[in-house]
Every structure is written in structure tokens, then in C-alpha cells.
């Protein structure tokens, strides 16, 4: 009990110190989790009023927590008084409270639940929070960095890793004590404990978790010499072979086995495909750099092989990986991927000429381009959204103009069917711009252009896709698609007492609808299930009524009408109506529309569907 007494004390101690600290980090960081342990207690359809402004709080205090940290680092390290502390403090709490302003009067998304409440901030608010926490964050790691004689970047970004990993495993422990005390209680002495407890426990840990994290770092005060400092940022023994004698040599068998790949690749001619390109240039190009910062100081004759022999070899590999860049441009134009993939090639190309040149004194300046960069990406008319969408219209203007669709500022159905390769570059910007949520359309771009009907009456032609016989046959990749919608028309629906609408995901984007009618039988409990499992169930009274698997239905459907998206087909509306029956109910599904996907070569299906309407009454 003495020792339960002290390690309660010492955890108190500990955290009193880190708050006396970093008052505004711990300040924020708590007020975030009061937030939390408040949005637990409420139930959704009470908390639904109030998600936007709870949202606006968390992003706000993470803004915070993360940038009074760096604040305060650069008041101790650069300045050391008192009143430099005090700034730092108060500038962190105004930052909070603008970030908060600022999404509360500007980022509220266009309400998509039925009672036009907003729920969430936009996603382009939501990024640019995120890239100040990601400034903030590198500024903290070269700020922990100084002075030069007793730090630099490298052993600060290590040190951050320390601390971070320290931090996770106490609150992995703490988790996993703390639920297991309250899993006892549950199954001992009060079965009916709510599944809520688990969420403050984990909520909690959270906070002791980052508090332990923040109270891992030494003091940076300008005059003060912490001793602590020395044993934060040194690299363990184990730490160091993985580094040299693991990490090191994967490195550079990676290093070989790309240099062969790309030689290989140049010879033949056959190039790989822009995603899978992107792929292995952001993992190789991020964690060669992360590895290249952390052996530093190593001087075993690995490291220092790695060290010279990473920044060309990285270039030669960008080299080859700007060319694929270009032809993805000239097919596709500027879209998302090709936008990020762009940013991390000049970070890339930049971090390795820059450790070529200046070797670890570059790090500095890579952390200042990495931080222009991620500001870049979130800038009006320059970042990720804005950007991007603003060429794609440019290309589909340029595609429209071609083909006489477009004559001033209104859309004309083609009179002649524009060919394949047109086709399917018309489909593929419509339908990127459509689900860009902040792209500023112009005036001749219809709601909704996205939807088969829509395009179709608007453009005067379907939709087309890459990789199909432009007659129309059988698909040359791998995959068949079956996509139907429900046609324009009416359905007899007299005999139904209900109409039970469960499609579309709801305002907490779960993928499982539940809805309850009250019939004469009893309490039924409709549940559509649209993960893999695909199933419709019905409880009467908590009794399983009727459950059933939609895959076989939607199958002989995809069947019926194959590979939907390479010719024009008329569907009969009731090839969308699918009609069940039990002794207790009667339940008829019609789907707005669905898709069906098959992979030929590893013969998997993966479907989609929208329901229009469930429809159901009682056999009595």
C-alpha cells in the first residue's frame, strides 16, 4: 500500500512539474480532454447539435498544446527570462483562442444530415490545422536542438522519438491496468457498468500519456545546464546496433534492389504505374532521409558508406521517378497524388542535394523546407484543393472546347460520339472535380454532373473508363465493373404500411444504419449492415426475424447485366427491387443504385449499393 502511496505521489509530482513547466501545454492539453470526456457523456442525438462547436475545441486546443510548446522551447532556449516565459505562455492562449475563432466563423462544412445542422469542419480547415501542428512540431525538434555545442537537429529529433515511445509504452501499461481493474468490477460486482467507463479510462491515459511525454524533455533553459538533457538525447546501445548493423543494411539492400529496378525498367521501356511509383518514392525517400538524420553521429564503416551513398542515389532514382511524374501529367493533368507526389519530389531532390553539400549541417535547412512545403500545400489558390481542381477545369474546358459541348458558359449535349480516349478524359476530370468538397466550379458545371443520368443528359454521351475495348467488349484489365441506378419510374407500393429509410451514411459516418418501428407485434429493429457483410436484419423484440446475405441477389444481378460501364443498357427498375418474406413480415428493398466489382484474375467481388427505400408491413 506504501508503495501504491509513493508511485501515486511521484506520477502527481511529476505531472505538478511538467504543468509548472509548460503551463499553456498542459492547460490546452487538459481542456482537450475535458472536451472529450464531455462528448463521451452525450449521447449522439444530443451531442449532434453541439459536434461542430466540439470539434472547433478539440482542433483548437491541439493547435494549442503543440505550438505553446514550441513557444515556450524558444523562450527558454533563446531568451531565458521570465517575462520571455510569460509571453510564450500568453501567446500560446491566444493562438488557441484564434485558431478557435477562425474555424468556428469560417470552416463550417454544408450540413449533410436531414435537419441541415452542421456537424464537422471542412476538410481543407481541418488540413491547414494540421499543418500548423506539423510546423509547430519542427520547430519544437530544431528548437530542443540548441545550443550547437551541447545539441543539433538530429540528436533533438531522436530525442523526440525517445520521448514519444516512452510515453506510449506508460500509457499502454496504464490501459491495460486501468481496464483490467475495471473489467473486474464489471464481471464481479456490477454487471451493468456502462461501456463508458473504458472511454474515460482511455481518455485519461491519453492526457497522463502526453503529460508524460512533454515532462520527458529537459529544461532548455538558456541558464540552466540540465543534466537530464545528455541522457534524453543519447541513443541506447541497442539502439545504435539496430541503427548500424539492421536498419543500415536493409537501406542499402533496398538501395540496390531500386537502382537495379530502375535500370531494368529504363532498358525494357515498361513503365510502372503512377501510384505504385509514388509509393515507393515517398517511403523510400522519407525514411532514407529520417535514417540518414538519425546515424549522424555513427561512425561505423556502414553508416558512413550509407551516408555518402544515399543523396546520389536518391537523385538518380528521382531523376528516373520525374520522368514517370511528367507522363502522368500529360495523361491526367495535375489531380491530388500527382500534387503531393510533386512536393515530396522537391523535398527529396532538395534534402538530398542539400546533405551532399553541407552533410549534417544540412538538417536545419531541411526541416525549413519541409516546413515551406507542408505551408504550401494548404495555401489559398496554391494548396492541395485549389490547385489541383483549378487544372483539372482548365483541362475539361480545354476537352469540352474540343468538342463543341461548351459554348460560352452553358453545357450542349455532343451531337457526335467524342472518341474513347476523350471520353474517358472527360469522365476522369468530371469525377475528380465532383468529389473535390472546396473546388470552385464554374457556372456551366451542373449539380451533380458526377451521376450516370446527369452526365449523360448534359454531355449527350456515358461515362467511360480506361483499359476497355472502345466497341464495347470484354474489359482489358483485370476488373468488371456492374453499376445499375434506379431508373425514373413508379413502384406499387399499397399493400406496405412502412417506408424505412436507412441508406447513406449517417451524420457519424458508420457504415451500419439502425432503425425501430413500432408495429402490432412488438419492437422491430431494422439493421442495414453495408460493410463486407452486406446484410439486412430484422428483430422482433429482440428475437432475429429474418437475416440475409445481399451478395448472392446483387451477384445474379452484376450477371444479368455485365460490365455496365462499357456499353449503354436499359435496366428494368424491378431488378432493383428485391422483395423478402417471413411469417411475420413482409420486406421489400429498392436500390437507388449499386455496383458490383469483379477482379477476373483473383475471381474476388466487392460491391456497393444505396438503398432507396426499405418497405415492410406485418402478415398477420
Known amino acids: 500500500m506504501a508503495n501504491l502511496k509513493s508511485s501515486i505521489m511521484r506520477v502527481i509530482r511529476s505531472s505538478s512539474e511538467t504543468f509548472q513547466t509548460y503551463p499553456a501545454v498542459i492547460g490546452c492539453a487538459l481542456l482537450f480532454t475535458i472536451v472529450t470526456m464531455v462528448r463521451i457523456q452525450m449521447d449522439w442525438p444530443l451531442q449532434e447539435t453541439y459536434n461542430f462547436l466540439f470539434n472547433c475545441l478539440h482542433l483548437a486546443f491541439a493547435t494549442g498544446a503543440v505550438f505553446s510548446l514550441a513557444a515556450i522551447t524558444a523562450a527558454n532556449s533563446r531568451s531565458g527570462e521570465k517575462k520571455a516565459f510569460l509571453y510564450a505562455n500568453m501567446l500560446g492562449v491566444i493562438i488557441t ?60 529529433l531522436f530525442m523526440f522519438h525517445k520521448a514519444f515511445f516512452i510515453a506510449m509504452i506508460y500509457g499502454l501499461v496504464i490501459m491495460a491496468g486501468t481496464s483490467g481493474v475495471a473489467g473486474a468490477v464489471q464481471a464481479l460486482l456490477y454487471r451493468n457498468m456502462s461501456e463508458k467507463v473504458y472511454m474515460y479510462l482511455g481518455t485519461i491515459t491519453g492526457f497522463l500519456a502526453f503529460t508524460i511525454f512533454v515532462g520527458y524533455f529537459p529544461s532548455f533553459s538558456k541558464n540552466k545546464i540540465d543534466e537530464h538533457r545528455e541522457v534524453a538525447q543519447k541513443q541506447p546501445r541497442f539502439i545504435e546496433v539496430l541503427f548500424q548493423y539492421i536498419m543500415v543494411p536493409i537501406a542499402l539492400a533496398l538501395t540496390v534492389v531500386l537502382l537495379i529496378w530502375t535500370m531494368k525498367t529504363i532498358v525494357a521501356g515498361s513503365w510502372p504505374s503512377f501510384i505504385r511509383l509514388s509509393g515507393i518514392a515517398t517511403s523510400y525517400a522519407g525514411i532514407g532521409i529520417w535514417l540518414h538524420i538519425m546515424v549522424t553521429h555513427h561512425e561505423s564503416a556502414l553508416a558512413k558508406f550509407f551516408k555518402k551513398i544515399y543523396p546520389i542515389v536518391a537523385l538518380v532514382i528521382l531523376a528516373f521517378e520525374a520522368r514517370v511524374l511528367v507522363v502522368q501529367l500529360g495523361e491526367s493533368g495535375l489531380k491530388t497524388p500527382e500534387y503531393y507526389f510533386s512536393l515530396i519530389w522537391v523535398f527529396a531532390v532538395s534534402a538530398s542535394i542539400l546533405l551532399l553539400i553541407k552533410k549534417e549541417k544540412a538538417h536545419s535547412f531541411i526541416a525549413a523546407i519541409l516546413c515551406a512545403l507542408i505551408l504550401f500545400s494548404v495555401l489559398p489558390g496554391l494548396g492541395y484543393q485549389a490547385l489541383p481542381a483549378r487544372a483539372q477545369v482548365n483541362r475539361l474546358e480545354e476537352l469540352l472546347l474540343g468538342e463543341n459541348i461548351l459554348q460560352g458558359d452553358k453545357l450542349v449535349p455532343a451531337t457526335a460520339r467524342p472518341s474513347q480516349s476523350v471520353r474517358v478524359q472527360i469522365t476522369d476530370a468530371v469525377e475528380y472535380l465532383s468529389g473535390n468538397e472546396d473546388a470552385k466550379l464554374p457556372t456551366w458545371f451542373a449539380p451533380n454532373l458526377y451521376q450516370n443520368d446527369i452526365f449523360e443528359r448534359e454531355l449527350g454521351f456515358e461515362k467511360a473508363w480506361p483499359d476497355y475495348d472502345p466497341d464495347g467488349g470484354i474489359p482489358i484489365d483485370r476488373t468488371i465493373e456492374t453499376y445499375l441506378a434506379l431508373p425514373n419510374g413508379a413502384i406499387d407500393i399499397t399493400d406496405y404500411t412502412w417506408a424505412i429509410y436507412v441508406s447513406g451514411y449517417n451524420a457519424r459516418q458508420e457504415e451500419v444504419d439502425t432503425v425501430y418501428v413500432e408495429g402490432e407485434q412488438g419492437l422491430y429493429r431494422i439493421t442495414w449492415d453495408r460493410t463486407e457483410a452486406l446484410t439486412l436484419r430484422i428483430d422482433l423484440d429482440d428475437r432475429l426475424i429474418l437475416e440475409e446475405d445481399m451478395k448472392p441477389y446483387l451477384n445474379t444481378i452484376a450477371g444479368k447485366y455485365p460490365d455496365t460501364n462499357s456499353y449503354e443498357t436499359s435496366i428494368d427498375s424491378g431488378d432493383l427491387s428485391y422483395e423478402l418474406e417471413t411469417p411475420e413480415v413482409t420486406v421489400l428493398i429498392v436500390f437507388k443504385d449499386l455496383s458490383v466489382n469483379l477482379d477476373v484474375e483473383k475471381d474476388e467481388f466487392s460491391y456497393w449499393t444505396e438503398i432507396n427505400m426499405i418497405y415492410m408491413k406485418e402478415n398477420k
Open 97 to 156: 483562442a484564434l485558431t478557435f475563432i477562425l474555424l468556428y466563423a469560417f470552416a463550417a462544412r454544408e450540413p449533410y444530415v436531414a435537419n441541415g445542422i452542421v456537424t464537422n469542419v471542412t476538410n481543407l480547415a481541418s488540413a491547414r490545422v494540421s499543418a500548423a501542428i506539423a510546423i509547430s512540431l519542427i520547430a519544437f525538434i530544431y528548437l530542443a536542438g540548441y545550443p550547437e555545442d551541447e545539441s543539433d537537429f538530429g540528436r533533438s
